[in-house]
């Protein structure tokens, strides 16, 4: 492999994009981070608050509501809590991240999230340096030499939690003081925004009245139009809300008996990604488990299988071509999937703020009529992306509703 080829160095930007979901800035992006935040003011609001989505934003906004004894309640379309953050304790003998499962940004960052003053980290992290990776192009398996491993982690020093999961550090961190004022199963319809107070109906049809109301449903929900707005949004914010880029795709964990792949195999794809990863990389685990995620065009050739089996079969042939059978060989027959592009209250995988228009961004986030506020992982005012992002967004605009 020649690494000054350019389309060289473009499979390892790849690879590096495909490991972590996104582009990378990692410890860059701590400097990004605000001196404050909402955490660390107090705030007078005499008016009621409805914050629609349980996921990490419209989490964080409750916690400044319910620190400030603001009157607030949120509408949570699904049975749980957490959204795109989701853990999976029955699959093996480790807690798996089968949605948000990196920290891209350094882990000092945390603390911000949380609130605590300080460098001193709490969380157990595993630092995602990884020594033993390749690459596949459908015929090819390439073994990634260990320079550019360690050139890749220099450049973007990711973490993963060690003995928890992402929604652990949310649950624990934010949720746990506001999730008794969470109204699940509660999927709204219609937001009413013409009068003085804010009419919110959900699809069994009960109505809620608020002051001011934040919105932090992803933005494949604002493209699917499944919520209505009396008065109907502007086409302006209509085009830039279809302009953002939202991923289809899924995850996947496939349960072996032996680990005979390495700790991650990027397939070089077209447009978006495709990689193999040990989810069990130096978690306490016995089990051998290895990861799948797909976004991207990719993810229609699977979705047109029309079945999670067949998926399995797929990636067991590709897998068995890449180490000669063996994948066959060790297979359990156990798989865990989420299907994050086809989830009815999901509809995508992530989107990267940073790489949208600025423009588009402000006329998203604007509020309509100051009674609709919007939160979420692309309004990331501080360039965090994914987690981070959604609830440093949750935490500003919980600030800004609160001030108008
Ligand atoms: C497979 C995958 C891997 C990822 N990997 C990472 C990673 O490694 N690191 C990282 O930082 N980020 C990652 N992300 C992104 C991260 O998960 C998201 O950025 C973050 O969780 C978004 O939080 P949110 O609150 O903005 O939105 P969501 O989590 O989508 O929360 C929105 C909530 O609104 C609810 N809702 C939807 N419609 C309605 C309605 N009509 N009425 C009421 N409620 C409604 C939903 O059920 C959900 O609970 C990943 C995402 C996926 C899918």
Not at 44 to 53: A, C, D, F, N, Q
Not at 169 to 174: H, K, L, R
Not at 189 to 206: A, C
Request: glycine share 6%; hydrophobic share 35%.
């Amino acid at each position: 492999m020649n690494f000054r080829e350019p389309l060289t160095l473009f499979a390892i930007i790849l690879f590096s994009i495909g490991l972590s979901g996104c582009l990378n800035w990692a410890a860059r992006a701590v400097n990004k981070l605000p001196n404050e935040t909402a955490l660390d003011k107090s705030y007078k609001y005499e008016g009621k608050i409805i914050i629609i989505g349980a996921g990490a934003s419209g989490l964080a906004a409750a916690k400044i509501m319910e620190q400030n004894n603001i009157d607030y309640q949120i509408l949570e379309a699904t049975n749980r809590y957490g959204g795109r953050l989701k853990k999976d304790t029955s699959f093996a003998d480790f807690p798996i991240d089968i949605g948000a499962e990196w920290l891209h940004s350094a882990p000092v960052s945390l603390n911000k999230l949380k609130g605590k003053k300080g460098l001193e980290v709490d969380e157990d992290l595993i630092p995602y340096h990884l020594s033993n990776t390749a690459s596949w192009d459908g015929k090819k398996y390439t073994i990634t030499p260990k320079w550019i491993n360690n050139f890749i982690y220099n450049f973007m020093p990711e973490s993963k939690f060690k003995n928890t999961t992402w929604y652990d550090f949310v649950d624990e961190n934010i949720a746990k003081t506001v999730k008794h004022k969470i109204q699940f199963n509660a999927p709204v319809s219609k937001i009413d925004y013409s009068g003085q107070k804010v009419i919110v109906t959900t699809r069994n049809g009960n109505i809620y009245t608020a002051d001011r109301v934040l919105l932090t449903v992803s933005i494949g929900i604002l493209k699917s139009e499944d919520i209505t707005f009396t008065p109907e949004i502007s086409n302006e914010r209509r085009i830039a809300i279809e302009s953002i880029n939202f991923h289809q795709g899924f995850k996947m964990a496939l349960k072996f008996s032996e680990k005979f792949y390495p700790d991650a195999i990027n397939c070089i794809v077209e447009k978006g990604e495709k990689v193999y990863y040990d989810i069990a990389f130096k978690k306490n685990a016995q089990t051998h488990v290895l990861g799948f995620l797909c976004t991207g065009d990719k993810t229609n050739e699977y979705y047109s299988l029309n079945s999670n089996q067949k998926i399995v079969d797929s990636l067991l042939e590709e897998l068995d071509q890449m180490f000669q059978g063996k994948a066959s060989e060790f297979y359990l027959g156990e798989y865990l999937i989420e299907n994050w592009g086809q989830h009815e209250f999901t509809q995508g995988t992530w989107t990267t703020a940073f790489e949208e228009k600025k423009s588009t961004l402000k006329v998203l986030s604007q509020p309509l009529d100051n009674k609709v506020y919007f939160a979420g992982e692309i309004f990331d005012t501080y360039q965090q992306m994914g987690v981070p992002g959604a609830i440093l967004s949750g935490y500003f605009t919980a600030d800004k509703i609160l001030t108008d």
